[in-house]
T-cell receptor, first 114, second 114 residues
Framework: KNQVEQSPQSLIILEGKNCTLQ??????????LRWYKQDTGRGPVSLTI?????NTKSNGRYTATLDADTKQSSLHITASQLSDSASYIC?????????????FGRGTQLTVWP | EADIYQTPRYLVIGTGKKITLECSQT?????MYWYQQDPGMELHLIHY???????EKGDLSSESTVSRIRTEHFPLTLESARPSHTSQYLC?????????????FGSGTRLTVV
């Protein structure tokens, strides 16, 4: 069964600290993996997208890694800011972006305290 | 910047009323989707469309219906709203953009049926 599991479910950190969010998936065949940021009451906004051949992708203070062999991904947030408080969702696509479907994790709820 | 627009952002309505949630995109994407998301849960696909006059039901059974008469417009209708329909509804579209293949979400409609 194709699944996407994220951990931790929730996380609280102090402003300025780093954190790492985890994503494990069983989706097969694998096409790409995306990380989204979703503010409360808003739609998800794309942070990174990685294909099978990519091990790491950065977007400002966000760095995503992918190990396609172990089917694991992580999202590292550096020097956290209050505005980073949001849900971070891991999304895996099978086959191809034009034909494949998306499998969503439940997200990690990150809270950054001042 | 959002190229996909959903209205209304919030809607509180009485049981038995008919409602239509609007979704429009200006990216010329062929594919459009409706997702339902409850707090702390993953997104569930309820409808999708691969083009004009093409609509399909998604993974999660829904009493809602959709139509795709124009490429840019993908409204969702509930003929008789019930409290069990209370949820967040997210519209998305996918296709080629100047930055590659994109999958973009709208800001969502938070529906409350009382």
């Amino acid at each position: 069964k194709n699944q996407v599991e994220q951990s931790p479910q929730s996380l609280i950190i102090l402003e300025g600290k780093n954190c790492t969010l985890q994503c494990n998936y069983t989706v097969s065949p694998f096409s790409n993996l995306r990380w989204y940021k979703q503010d409360t009451g808003r739609g998800p906004v794309s942070l990174t997208i990685m294909t099978f051949s990519e091990n790491t992708k950065s977007n400002g203070r966000y760095t995503a890694t992918l190990d396609a062999d172990t089917k694991q991904s992580s999202l590292h947030i550096t020097a956290s800011q209050l505005s980073d408080s949001a849900s971070y969702i891991c999304v895996v696509s099978d086959r191809g972006s034009t034909l494949g479907r998306l499998y969503f994790g439940r997200g990690t709820q990150l809270t950054v305290w001042p | 910047e959002a190229d996909i627009y959903q209205t209304p952002r919030y809607l509180v309505i009485g049981t038995g009323k008919k409602i239509t949630l609007e979704c429009s995109q200006t990216m010329g994407h062929d594919k459009m989707y409706w997702y339902q998301q409850d707090p702390g849960m993953e997104l569930h696909l309820i409808h999708y469309s691969y083009g004009v006059n093409s609509t399909e039901k998604g993974d999660l059974s829904s009493e809602s219906t959709v139509s795709r008469i124009r490429t840019e417009h993908f409204p969702l209708t509930l003929e008789s709203a019930r409290p069990s329909h209370t949820s967040q509804y997210l519209c998305a579209s996918s296709g080629q953009t100047g930055r590659g293949y994109g999958y973009t979400f709208g800001s969502g409609t938070r529906l409350t049926v009382v």
